[in-house]
DNA sequence: TAGATTGTTAATCGATTAACAATC
DNA sequence: TAGATTGTTAATCGATTAACAATC
């Protein structure tokens, strides 16, 4: 498998392909070309080719790409068959949302326990996964083979908690506490869903939108 | 205001900076170099330069930015002093979570309300946020200037609720619904929260970083 | 076979970085 | 004033697009 010095823009594209292709196929497309998808994604075809090319050949001179074979190459460069398990940190309103609406499972991820200081939610679960005692944390990542922890956590708990969770060796955290975490750790990949830079990036574009018509 | 072509690289950064800008403020900072605040960020002073130069001269020479000035010029350049209205449509746990806890008005919008289909929540109110019945929100959009929409509505109701609201002249959509929406009005701004495509990215770089030093 | 479409190399375009005169 | 640091122009780097020979 060849992996060397692929930008982040080709990765983050790779997700991208990868919900374009399950469409496809609940559409019961079997094959598209390159020039296709680009049309339906708003990509140019060589960007798609070249994107493709980072990792192998998976087309086939005058037919395409088919998308059962494309489908399966993509999710393994993601690495969803590898049954990463996570353990999700903060059973608020979002990580309550997290826990039944997002799917881990059907991303390839175990979801194999929460966490939450609260005692009215411990020993409680959702969608069959139980809520746990913080306290019992550092014993349970000390036992299990976590590779991903899910930060729900208050914005004032984030960085202990951080801290606490990569000295048992956690390796990557999906952080949504809207703040930049401080991890001393280089080896600790953070992936952050920043909320309010999405909504302030729309704000910018709406204000942008309504300033060349009209100066109001 | 110069307003012309600027990149979306730039644009990103904004939200960023303004969030580092808040920090050094609690901090008790009121100055910094483009030289500091690069090292604090990870970024080229140079860049950081650049990125503020597309929008006016914020600093000073031989001083650098004063924090409060460039803060309240940034967050302008957003949109943020505009006082934008937005509605939330889809009560789940997830809208639950961000009426409760995302911080709109601190962030300079108004939410004036949210709505759902689900009888035993319409009526009811989370965080001073009245729950309206879905078949309201056409009446409620014509009658008030409402900016952005929160789209938090299961996946199947996404289209069709994208659909409704563009059609009462709604101009943003901030969407989490996980689908590319099919919007045909060319003007409709809409801003992703693609949960699947940040945990799919994280999961690449996981296997990325497992791959080189041992093929286990 | 002829037509279509890939993978890849070369060309272009845009974004980041470096350099430096201007100036606080 | 001398030192620091900006805003901006020029240089570099990287990503996207175009072109085309290879080939299914």
Redesign the pocket.
Known sequence: MKRAKI????IR?LPRYLRKLDELTYDGTDR??????GRQMG???????????CF??????????NIETLRKEISQILGMDRGYNIVLIGVGNLGHALIENFGFSGHGYNLLAAFDVKPALIGTQFAGVYINDMATLPDFLNSNKVDIVVLTVPRRAANSTAALITDCGVKAIWNFTNIELSINNPNVLVEDIHFSDSLLTLGYYLTDAASPGSDD
């Not at 598209?32 to 998808?37: A, H, P, R, V």
């Not at 192998?56 to 790409?65: K, P, T, V």
Request: charged share 15%.
């Open positions: 930008s982040s823009n080709v594209r598209i070309s390159s020039s296709e998808l990509l140019t075809p060589s960007q798609i080719r070249q994107d493709f090319s192998g050949e998976f087309g086939q001179q005058g037919y395409g790409y």
